[in-house]
């Protein structure tokens, strides 16, 4: 997790030096890279949490109380 931490931080650092140049935004590159670095931290974060996730869901469901009976319709 710090290596992607560290590799978002230089990716940022370098984009950010690049617009204060003479540029005045940033190109479709750079705005690909942006969106595929956070494509890689989203799957990353639900691959490493997506378990633990799905364990407290069950545990929260399990807790609930049963669902009352529903009333007939015509009653």
Do not use: C, H, W
């Amino acid at each position: 997790m710090t290596q992607l931490y560290t590799t978002l931080y230089t990716f940022m650092a370098f984009t950010s030096d690049r617009l204060k140049k003479d540029a005045k935004g940033a190109t479709a590159v750079e705005y690909g890279l942006l969106v595929g670095l956070i494509a890689v931290a989203i799957i990353a974060t639900v691959g490493l949490l997506g378990g633990k996730l799905n364990g407290l869901f069950e545990t929260i469901k399990d807790a609930l109380p049963a669902k009352a009976a529903a009333p007939a319709a015509g009653s």
